[in-house]
Structure formats: structure tokens, C-alpha cells
């Protein structure tokens, strides 16, 4: 029977730990390295060895995986001088499961092939309540060949995959998928607004709008912790924003106007302003709360999601 191959794993936050998680629950053999000690002890108990650097990491397990938070962090961790690229031997792999720009991907990947390294880009979608599962979306850019002699790898950490097309596709699609997750909760927030000034039961217009034409995915989740109000999501205003960025770059670039993103983009600029870019991105409900009031809760809803 075929070896599962051996992954390092770099970036071990809210979504990164719970990725690297499943790869270890599907018996891969899993290298970490984080600065953040206590996320590397929890992979530790549960299986995986830890390395000094992503190049330590790289160099035992041949392959990497990386999940970080902005392509400045992921250009240090892959080129920097305790880099992958600096442990990782020719015919490596590199993962990125990142949220990056098309342009920024696609330079990451070329000073990866320079070293002998091919790269799949494979940035995930469906929140971190499904990525501790197992249950998360993975949209894949590069080389079918590439895609399929990973594809296992892939599969024990989501649920489904999409092959999107060569290095950069990904980023867009992904890009895409933000976008419009974060037009969705802007546009929720203010339905329930709306229903609670309009003296409506809260948590019966919750489940109204589920069953509804005007349903979403988001409303379906993240109305639910706004309803609770932890509004603990586990991403960050700032992320929002750096998605909303390249969202709007790529409007730029490609001549596709972007009304609702643009004015969304203000309001989340409005809810960092208030909160911080640390806070919670459903968080950005608080504003129309803040602004009337009036509060959007609602008994029996969870302050974290499950799948």
C-alpha cells in the first residue's frame, strides 16, 4: 500500500490548526511551525512533529502547506532566509492555502519554480466551523497532474474541491467568494434590522428568512452569532478588508464594476474605525446596532457554529 506523503504545515491559526488537524485524523505524516507555541503543542498532542523554522519543516517532509494571514507573511515564510524554499528539495510542492491576489500567487509561484518547487494554490471557503470537520471547500489552481498526486491530501482536509484552471485562477474565484460573503452580511444585518424596528419576532424572522427566496449562506451562519452576540466567527475586520482589496483591485484590473463592494468595503472601513481591525468581521452588524439603538438579540442561538 502507498505511503500517504508527508506534508509541513505552516500557519496554524483559526483555519491553519484545524486543516492540519485533519490531515493528521487521515494518518498523513505532518512537520508544523508557527510562532505561536500553544497552536504548536495542540498539533503536537495530537500527532504531528515540530520544527524550528519552515525550512527545518520543509526539509524533513519534502512538501509544505502554508495558511497565512496576508501574501507579505506568505513571501517571508516561503523566500525569506529561514524559508520553505530554503529546506524544501527540487520536485517539492508547495500548497498555499492562503487568500492572496491573483498577481501575488502567481510571483510566489514563479520564484518557487526557480528553486524547483511547483506550487497548487488552494485557498478554502465555508467558514472555520467546517474546516474543524473536514467539511470545508478547497478551489484549486495549477496543474492537473500536480492537483491529482495531491488530491488525497486535499480531500482529507475538505470536503470538496475545485479545479478552477492554471496558478491564479484560485485567487479569483476565492476573491469572489469573500466578496460576496461579505456583501451577504452587510445586507443580512440590515434585513434583521429592518425586521426587528418592525416589531417582528427575531429568531422567528431568522428562521423565515431561511426558508426564503432571500436566504444565504451567511444568513444561514452568521446571523446566528450576531443573534447570540459573540459574533465569534473567527475572522477578523482586517482580513475582510484585505480581501475587499483585492476584490476591488481586480474590479480595476479587469473592468467589472464593483458598486456593492465598493460601498461595503466603506462600511467595513467604518467598522474597523469603531471596533478595531482585530474584531470580530461580524462585528460589522454592531454598526447598525450601535447607530439605532437597538439591539439584534434572540434566545437559542450558538455563540460558535458546528457543523
Given at each position: ?29 505532518v ?11 495542540r ?67 514563479a ?6 518547487v ?47 484552471g ?12 469573500n ?34 427566496s ?12 450576531v ?38 468595503n ?42
Amino acid at each position: 500500500m502507498r505511503q500517504p506523503v508527508s506534508y509541513a504545515f505552516i500557519g496554524l491559526g483559526h483555519l491553519g490548526g484545524h486543516l492540519a488537524a485533519s490531515l493528521l485524523r487521515n494518518g498523513f505524516a505532518v512537520t508544523v511551525h508557527d510562532r505561536d507555541r500553544a497552536a504548536v503543542a495542540r498539533l503536537v498532542a495530537l500527532g504531528a512533529t515540530a520544527a524550528a523554522s519552515p525550512a527545518e519543516a520543509a526539509a524533513r517532509a519534502g512538501n509544505a502547506i502554508t495558511c497565512l494571514p496576508s501574501p507579505a507573511v506568505s513571501e517571508a515564510v516561503l523566500a525569506g532566509p529561514e524559508g520553505l524554499l530554503a529546506g524544501m528539495p527540487v520536485g517539492g510542492t508547495w500548497i498555499e492555502m492562503s487568500t492572496n491576489g491573483r498577481d501575488e500567487i502567481v510571483r510566489l509561484a514563479a520564484l518557487a519554480l526557480e528553486k524547483g518547487v511547483d506550487t497548487l494554490e488552494c485557498p478554502v471557503t465555508g467558514g472555520v466551523h467546517l474546516a474543524a470537520v473536514g467539511k470545508i471547500t478547497a478551489l484549486v489552481g495549477g496543474d492537473p497532474a500536480l492537483y491529482e498526486r495531491h488530491r488525497a491530501a486535499i480531500e482529507a482536509m475538505c470536503a470538496r474541491s475545485f479545479l478552477m484552471g492554471p496558478v491564479g485562477s484560485a485567487a479569483v474565484i476565492k476573491v469572489i467568494t469573500n466578496m460576496l460573503a461579505f456583501i451577504h452580511l452587510v445586507a443580512a444585518g440590515e434585513a434583521l434590522m429592518l425586521a426587528r424596528r418592525g416589531g417582528l419576532d427575531l429568531a422567528q424572522a431568522y428562521h423565515a428568512i431561511a426558508a426564503s427566496s432571500g436566504t444565504s449562506f451567511v444568513h444561514e451562519t452568521e446571523s446566528q452569532l450576531v443573534l447570540n452576540g459573540s459574533y465569534d466567527i473567527g475572522f477578523t475586520m482586517d482580513l475582510a478588508l484585505k480581501d475587499l482589496g483585492f476584490a476591488l483591485a481586480m474590479g480595476d484590473e479587469f473592468g467589472a464594476p464593483l458598486d456593492l463592494a465598493t460601498r461595503v468595503n466603506a462600511i467595513f472601513q467604518e467598522g474597523k474605525a469603531a471596533y478595531g481591525g482585530g474584531a470580530w468581521s461580524t462585528m460589522i452588524v454592531k454598526l447598525l446596532e450601535d447607530a439605532t439603538g437597538t439591539d439584534l438579540r434572540a434566545p437559542g442561538f450558538p455563540a460558535k457554529l458546528e457543523a
